[in-house]
């Protein structure tokens, strides 16, 4: 079922000329001939005045960025979306369908990742009603739905990539935001799409390991950085070894044999990769001694 222009008519002529026309009854109920008074009362006042009420019925105002879904007689009749003071068929049953941007945040919830890891998710999801017919009538309240559905697409969603990437070319939870996010609306869209609804926008507000094991994956993280600054460190000290060898070389300070230059690598990397500052002993003999 798809949304259709349902029918109305501007309120404010409409009112005007219903006034002008009950102001008129009135006037001739008051200037008639009194023994004419009662036949006219009865067939003419009382049908006129119920008329008047049934009509006023048809009044109704619609908002900015609102829509009002249209029923006669339990069959769909169309939406109108003109804002203002309307008036349309007093038999039909009106239902007001916000069009506005609305947004909600997601419940915590507890998922396994792609490599089994529990970790808790939460997101902010953005939407706006764009089919009040589909709103009204394909769902049973499409404010649940959208909350159900968005929760359901989350988790599917966590579960399809690990929290932190392993390799450089796989995404993850945790360092490809826009690439998770754009999944992310695109798997709520799909489900949502039948309820007349559009996701503008979905983000993820909460990311973390779940209580149980965030002590050791936070060792476990400590414990990457620690290699890869180490790896960083052991780097630029065989750099600094095979430079401070060639300058030696280059300009004649000393002649080493390789069991000399061993050493004097071996002492040199514990001075630049040591955590804690080097004493030095100082060789009071011989180069040989």
């Known amino acids: 079922m798809n949304e259709r222009q349902g029918f109305s008519i501007a309120g404010i002529p409409f009112i005007v000329g219903w006034l002008i026309a009950i102001l008129v009854g009135i006037g001739l109920l008051?200037?008639?001939?009194?023994?004419?008074?009662?036949?006219l009362?009865?067939?003419?006042?009382?049908p006129a005045f119920v008329l008047a009420?049934?009509?006023v019925?048809?009044?109704?105002?619609?908002?900015?960025?609102?829509?009002?879904?249209?029923?006669?007689?339990g069959s769909?009749?169309?939406?109108?979306?003109?804002?203002?003071?309307?008036w349309t068929n007093p038999f039909c049953t009106r239902r007001r369908v916000s069009l506005r941007t609305r947004n909600f945040e997601s419940s915590k919830l507890k998922v396994n990742d792609n490599d089994g890891n529990p970790i808790e998710i939460a997101a902010v999801i953005v939407w706006q009603v764009v089919d009040t017919a589909e709103a009204t009538f394909c769902v049973d309240n499409y404010e649940n739905f959208v909350q159900v559905q968005?929760?359901?697409?989350?988790?599917?969603m966590a579960q399809s990539y690990p929290y932190d990437g392993h390799d450089d070319g796989k995404p993850s939870l945790r360092s490809h935001g826009d690439e998770i996010n754009n999944h992310l609306r695109d798997e709520i869209q799909a489900r949502l799409g039948r309820a007349g609804v559009q996701i503008s926008e979905a983000r993820i507000s909460h990311l973390a390991y779940a209580q149980e094991i965030a002590q050791a994956m936070l060792q476990r993280q400590q414990a990457g950085a620690i290699i890869a600054a180490r790896q960083r460190i052991v780097e630029g000290a065989v750099g600094m070894v095979g430079m401070a060898l060639e300058k030696l070389r280059t300009q004649g300070v000393v002649d080493l044999d390789e069991e000399r230059k061993a050493a004097m690598v071996s002492n040199l990397l514990v001075v630049l990769c040591g955590e804690r500052g080097t004493q030095p002993v100082l060789n009071t003999g011989t180069l040989h001694n």
């Open 53 to 55: 009420i049934w009509v």
């Open 30 to 39: 008051f200037h008639v001939d009194p023994a004419a008074l009662p036949s």
């Open 57 to 73: 019925r048809g009044f109704f105002q619609v908002a900015p960025n609102e829509g009002q879904v249209l029923q006669l007689f």
């Open 41 to 46: 009362i009865g067939v003419v006042g009382i």
């Open 76 to 86: 769909y009749a169309g939406t109108v979306r003109t804002e203002g003071l309307r």
């Open 150 to 156: 968005s929760e359901s697409a989350l988790r599917q």
